[in-house]
T-cell receptor, first 110, second 115 residues
Framework: TQLLEQSPQFLSIQEGENLTVYCNSS?????LQWYRQEPGEGPVLLVT?????EVKKLKRLTFQFGDARKDSSLHITAAQPGDTGLYLC??????????FGTGTRLTIIP | ETGVTQTPRHLVMGMTNKKSLKCEQH?????MYWYKQSAKKPLELMFV???????ENNSVPSRFSPECPNSSHLFLHLHTLQPEDSALYLC??????????????FGPGTRLLVL
């Protein structure tokens, strides 16, 4: 069974600060996704990374896929209250089902 | 807008009740999914349907019974549930079965409480 551990589990920071959250596994994934889930809603896809070492940017969010395709990180610059939510990573091997991570609950304090 | 709707949004039921959760997607997708989201546990895949055919049953107890009458609708029939079944039940759809290559669109979920 593939397992994705996310850290930290909870993170609360002031508006304007930078942060990084991590997604780690002992398994290799052919691709990995990051989702954000807001209270009362389902997860929404932010990005998909498919190449080891790949870096993708989405405005203030920077996503990196590890060289060995076992881990990923999400860096947020100048965090804003709208970034508050549950961040989930999810990986899959080929067209296999997605395995979701344990999640990081992020709170940005105005 | 995700294009995936779920009803009801909240449900409280006793252990002897029978209820159904409904999911509808307006995206023209071929694959639909049921997930369970519990506190402190990763999102768990329950069932997968592709072109109305069940392709995955992730060792889900028989008190959960899915139904997919067409590619746009997915139901989860519930009976004799246990308190530990209380959770957020999420429906999702995708164009095809593509794992992490494709995009799954999630509904807002049904918050279920079993008393």
């Amino acid at each position: 069974t593939q397992l994705l551990e996310q850290s930290p589990q909870f993170l609360s920071i002031q508006e304007g600060e930078n942060l990084t959250v991590y997604c780690n596994s002992s398994s290799v994934f052919s691709s990995l996704q990051w989702y954000r889930q807001e209270p009362g809603e389902g997860p929404v896809l932010l990005v998909t990374v498919v190449t080891g070492g790949e870096v993708k940017k989405l405005k203030r969010l920077t996503f990196q896929f590890g060289d060995a395709r076992k881990d990923s990180s999400l860096h947020i610059t100048a965090a804003q209250p709208g970034d508050t939510g549950l961040y989930l990573c999810a990986g899959a091997e080929g067209n296999e089902k997605l395995t979701f991570g344990t999640g990081t609950r992020l709170t940005i304090i105005p | 807008e995700t294009g995936v709707t779920q009803t009801p949004r909240h449900l409280v039921m006793g252990m002897t009740n029978k209820k159904s959760l409904k999911c509808e997607q307006h995206l023209g997708h071929n694959a639909m999914y049921w997930y369970k989201q519990s506190a402190k546990k990763p999102l768990e895949l329950m069932f997968v349907y592709n072109f109305k055919e069940q392709t995955e049953n992730n060792s889900v107890p028989s008190r959960f019974s899915p139904e997919c009458p067409n590619s746009s609708h997915l139901f989860l029939h519930l009976h004799t549930l246990q308190p530990e079944d209380s959770a957020l039940y999420l429906c999702a759809s995708s164009q095809d079965l593509q794992g992490a290559q494709g995009t799954q669109y999630f509904g807002p979920g049904t918050r279920l409480l079993v008393l």
